[in-house]
């Protein structure tokens, strides 16, 4: 049975940083950050693959947010720096059926719970 469990969410002033852990338990996978912010659509933040060769970034948070992980525990992980009130809401990551990477939310099979990120201003 996959299972992915996400941690680290907080409340940050505009600025700061904040780590978020993916610990994923079943296999290993492809893992997508994506992020639903109040009132609006889930969307990609950011995505590495199973390997940890290629990493990908939506365009808002390049040179902002480090995607990585550590294959010894099975652990993603999502560094996110110069934290921006946009960046508000609960962050997922989700796992596709294959160890393929995509960008694209309906690929993805195996979600957690989410954290929540609050930036204040």
């Known amino acids: 049975q996959v299972q992915l469990v996400e941690s680290g969410g907080g409340l940050v002033h505009t600025g700061g940083s904040l780590r978020l852990s993916c610990a994923v338990s079943?296999?290993?996978?492809?893992v997508g950050w994506f992020l639903q912010a109040p009132g609006m659509e889930r969307e990609f933040v950011a995505a590495?693959?199973?390997?940890?060769?290629?990493?990908y970034y939506a365009d808002s948070t390049k040179g902002r947010f480090t995607i990585s992980r550590d294959s010894a525990v099975n652990t993603m992980y999502l560094q996110m720096n110069s934290l921006k009130p946009e960046d508000t809401g609960i962050y997922f990551c989700?796992?596709?059926?294959?160890?393929?990477?995509?960008?694209?939310?309906?690929?993805?099979?195996?979600w957690g719970q989410g954290t929540q990120v609050t930036v204040s201003s």
């Open positions: 079943g296999g290993a996978f492809s």
């Open positions: 989700a796992a596709p059926p294959s160890k393929n990477v995509h960008t694209a939310e309906n690929l993805y099979d195996y």
């Open positions: 590495i693959s199973w390997s940890g060769d290629s990493t």
